[in-house]
């Protein structure tokens, strides 16, 4: 599966990922196993045991440890066998080492790194939120495509009137002309003469000013046929406990029916990824910042690396062979 190269990508909502179990989730078309050490620290590998090759995610965290649960050998957070059960006196072979993806923890979101790179210490980008909350809105929706067919979605201006037209889409114009800014990893969209309220922030993060509130979405890839939307509203003018909890709420029942009308239109979509040139389709002026969008991604698209040594391929070539 292709993604941007060297980017931090959004993979899963903090809250998800507790401190005593280990937990399975497809991301990139790979089976991975997230934890948390003892110092509650995330740790990412490649769901698999290299001792018989068995999944790790259905044993437990022993001091900080992932343990397998067919032989109970134990890995830290960076992929070192630190017990072998059955010989405690015996060194440990080099070589029984997981396959790490360079992990980081960041705005209530675990984050991943796709090399082929080191991992860079500084912040992970994320957008301008101080003094925001998202308390009770976020939610969580699966949809069938590529999940460069959602993002594409949400910088599309001209499909607010029919897709959205007894929703958000009711008062939007059917005639109009977007106008697209492109710095860096950021685009942002807006129509002609106005401020932009639509911004995505590369590889995989969105906000669009909707009165006083941002509307936030993660979109992570499960493979090349689905992906899932993490969804936020993130607000500060209701700031008590339980009346922020509520304001959340809401925002997020009108989300889910918004994402809802979406889908039910992407998914009539092929299920590919979206490439400047190689899709049988024939884009418009209003498409502008799709268009912008793909000349982004051609720039910096390339493989998934599991650490900077070990590309994608070398695990692809593991899977099938196991399937052979």
């Known amino acids: 599966m292709y993604v941007i190269k060297n980017r931090w990508y959004a993979i899963l909502s903090s809250r998800e990922l507790g401190a005593k179990r280990p937990l399975a989730r497809r991301r990139f078309g790979l089976e991975l196993v997230l934890w948390r050490d003892a110092s509650g620290r995330v740790a990412v590998a490649r769901d698999s045991c290299p001792h018989r090759r068995a999944k790790l995610s259905p044993g437990r965290v022993r001091d900080g440890c992932?343990?397998?649960?067919?032989?109970?050998?134990?890995?830290?957070?960076?992929?070192?066998?630190r017990a072998i059960p059955a010989h405690p006196d015996r060194p440990i072979p080099k070589a029984m080492t997981l396959d790490m993806i360079p992990a980081r923890e960041a705005h209530d979101l675990v984050w991943v790194w796709t090399g082929p790179d080191p991992a860079p210490d500084e912040p992970i980008p994320f957008f301008d939120l101080d003094g925001y909350t998202y308390a009770g809105s976020e939610c969580v929706v699966p949809v069938r495509t590529h999940y460069t067919r959602a993002i594409e979605n949400q910088l599309d201006f001209a499909h607010l009137p029919f897709v959205h037209r007894t929703t958000i889409g009711v008062f939007a114009p059917t005639e109009l002309v977007v106008a697209t800014g492109v710095d860096?990893?950021?685009?942002?969209?807006?129509?002609?003469?106005?401020?932009?309220?639509?911004?995505?922030?590369?590889?995989?993060?969105w906000r669009n000013k909707t009165g006083a509130v941002w509307q936030f979405l993660a979109f992570v890839p499960i493979d090349d046929e689905r992906m899932i939307y993490y969804v936020r509203s993130?607000?500060?003018?209701?700031?008590?406990?339980?009346?922020?909890?509520?304001?959340?709420?809401?925002?997020?029942?009108?989300n889910s029916v918004i994402i809802g009308q979406d889908t039910l239109v992407v998914e009539t979509q092929p299920a590919v990824e979206t490439r400047l040139r190689e899709l049988d389709e024939l884009l418009v002026q209003s498409d502008g910042p799709i268009i912008a969008y793909r000349r982004w991604r051609e720039r910096h698209r390339g493989e998934l690396a599991v650490d900077a040594s070990s590309p994608l391929a070398v695990i692809q070539r593991d899977r099938e062979r196991a399937s052979a």
Do not use: K, M
């Open 234 to 254: 993130y607000q500060r003018f209701a700031r008590v406990p339980g009346f922020s909890w509520l304001v959340g709420r809401v925002n997020r029942a009108l």
């Open 66 to 81: 992932i343990e397998c649960p067919f032989h109970g050998f134990r890995y830290d957070a960076e992929g070192t066998c």
């Open 184 to 205: 860096g990893d950021r685009l942002t969209v807006g129509l002609e003469g106005q401020e932009p309220i639509i911004e995505f922030l590369g590889p995989n993060i």
